[in-house]
Structure formats: C-alpha cells, structure tokens
C-alpha cells in the first residue's frame, strides 16, 4: 500500500509540459504475478502531434500491446506522455519508433507492439507499426 501511495504522489507532481517529448514522465509499476504471461493491450484516440511541414495537427489511434516482464506501465504516466507531443512537430515514422524505445527502454517487456493509425488527411491514410522481435 504504501509503494502505491509513493507512485501517486510522484504521479500527482509530474512535470507535465507539452512543448517537447517527455519519456520522464513514464512511471514503472510491479507486475505482481512475473512468470505469468498476460498481454495488455492500451488504446487511445486522443493521440495528437504536428506536422513538421505545414504546422497542421495530426490525430491518430494509437495501440500498445506488450507482455510485461517485471513491470507495467502506469496509465497516468502513459497519458502525460502521450499527451507531451502535442506540440512537437515530427513525422508519423518517427512517432512510432520514439513510443517503441521509449516504452521498451521502460518496461523491458518479453514482447511490445506499438502501431499509430493516423486519421484521412488529403485523402490519404498512415498506418505505422512497430514490433518486437
């Protein structure tokens, strides 16, 4: 009880910008049950970014799927840094391998799977995936 009062609190104190990429904010959570393999599977609509070209915004469907090892990632922290590229201008490709590491490097999953499917913009649609192996 008393770790999950701790990661509140760092969680009610995160720093939260939304001018730059942020992997700060990603808090780790004990995966209680280690050597059970679940997968969890994470959506959200409300992913958002710019285009580096013509500063117009860029929505997306973003899924995350991973098999924990030692720990999760808490739903919080995964908001206020999806949230932090709001206002970075970078390229759909670049978006889903920057999630990718920063997750991987957080969680050290047995697998993870993140893909982006950017909505219809001048009738064209992106769809960018990246698995582990």
């Known amino acids: ?4 009062k701790m990661l509140y609190d760092k969680i009610k104190n995160l720093p939260v910008k939304f001018d730059k ?12 049950y280690k050597g059970k393999d679940i997968v969890i599977e994470i959506e959200t ?7 580096p070209w013509n500063n117009l915004p860029d ?20 908001k ?10 970078i390229v759909h490709e670049s978006v889903v391998n920057k999630i990718f590491e920063d997750l991987y490097k957080l969680l050290k999953p047995k697998w993870l799977y993140v893909e982006l499917e950017f ?15």
């Open 59 to 78: 929505f997306a469907l973003l899924k995350i799927r991973y098999i924990p090892n030692k720990v999760c990632v808490e739903l919080k922290s995964l």
């Open 80 to 89: 206020y840094y999806i949230q932090s590229y709001r206002n970075v201008h």
């Open 1 to 4: 009880m008393k770790k999950t």
């Open 119 to 133: 909505t219809i913009r001048g009738g064209i649609k992106t769809v960018v995936k990246r698995e582990s192996k």
């Open 21 to 32: 990429i942020s992997p700060e904010l990603l808090l780790p959570m004990d995966y209680e």
């Open 45 to 51: 609509q409300e992913f958002t970014c710019l285009c």
